[in-house]
């Protein structure tokens, strides 16, 4: 698994909160020590980040064990443009589960997409994992 690199930490969040990715997704991200995401909104967003930015040990790190794939399938040829969080229910701190929708906006080489899922998300030993998703 290869080490991110070019990754500017005073770049915008690719997640586009508004924040830079070293004050926003950038913490939790493998190739900046991956500290554990608070909640699943924020596990959402770090992930939907690694998508863009191609860090792949982020996702592999936040897979649930039961659902996590061989490796994930970052297609170099998508490029991530936006993410909205639609909706978001359980997912705190203090929860152990969590639901976030949301839709994600790409382009590749067939033009630009939409990708809209309703993704859950579990709670374990202090760390939030992506377990599946239902498309939307
Ligand atoms: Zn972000």
Request: include cysteine; charge should be negative.
């Amino acid at each position: 698994m290869g080490t991110v690199t070019g990754v500017n930490p005073d770049e915008r969040c690719p997640c586009r909160s508004g924040d830079t990715l070293g004050d926003c997704c950038g913490r939790y991200l493998a190739s900046a020590g991956g500290a554990p995401a608070p909640t699943a909104q924020a596990l959402m967003r770090s992930r939907y980040s690694a998508f863009a930015v191609g860090d792949a040990e982020h996702l592999l790190d936040t897979w649930h064990p039961s659902t996590r794939p061989v490796g994930p399938d970052l297609d170099p040829d998508r490029r991530w443009l936006h993410l909205s969080i639609e909706s978001c229910s359980r997912g705190g701190p203090f929860d152990i589960d969590g639901e976030v929708e949301f839709t994600a906006v790409y382009r590749d080489p067939a033009g630009r997409g939409e990708l809209r899922e309703r993704s859950r998300f579990v709670r374990e030993n202090g760390r939030w994992y992506y377990v599946d998703g239902d498309l939307g």
